[in-house]
């Protein structure tokens, strides 16, 4: 992970009940999500290698791990493409890959079958709530797989995903493609980390409420100014306010400020709403108290 599992944890503060893990590899991650306190039983793996999948069930037989191409169909096989690297194994041809690491290339493949994530949880019987932490990295397929979730995408707090700004794998999808696509269930892209090779690791976070956000505007009226407080501590005080329509969050300490449990920089704010332009400030709009003033 280009993200350390433990910053993010910590900054964001997350509560995580179960981990699925898409493109398990050799499970690296594991040790950093067992220093969270998780255990085999709260994590399942799918990998398409069956290989890698035999070898991690010889590591330690209490993995749950699963052996399918994960995407948005049931039907059919997929070739999988086996680099000599193995973590640069794709369902997709090699994109800018290719020039970007010129000694990665394939040298094997293996045809496997198809399924969707929703279908694996109902065949196996887990519950929706089973995990709210997903990770996804396989190279360049990330978006087939969010489009084989269905409606278990509602069922999680967060998603940390591969993500590319160019063809790294051909017809893969970019980034905005998938900021696109997640943002229909409530997610906006919280962080992201990028290498020289225009890929890259990207954290989604889903809003769980409806406030509206004004980008790179602020109020004409700032009422009061707090540093280092949450989001449920600035909405008591706003709502003790009458003054306050919207909260001004300064973005350039990173996150969406609609994110609950996380501190930041917040003043409450009046007068009209959204009508200073202001690179460094977003405005949330408290649609409840305004609907309340009219």
Known sequence: MLIPFSEITKKYNMKIHGILHIGAHNCEELEAYNKYGMKNS????VEANPKLVEQNLRVDKSRIIKNFICCDTDQGRTKLNIANNGQSSSILELGTHAKSYPSIKYNDFVEVNNSRIDTMYNEDKIPKNFANFMNIDIQGAELLALKGMGDLINYFDYLYLEVNSDYVYK???LVHEIDEYLSQYNYVRVETSWTNAQWGDALYIRIKNNFDL???????????SINGITLEYALEKANSDPRVKALHWYKNNGGDGRIGDVKGFYQGAGGSLGTVVNNDWDTIVLNTKLSQSK
């Open 42 to 45: 709260q994590i399942i793996w």
């Open 171 to 173: 017809n893969c999808a």
């Open 214 to 224: 004004l980008k790179n505007v602020r109020c004409s009226e700032e009422i009061w």
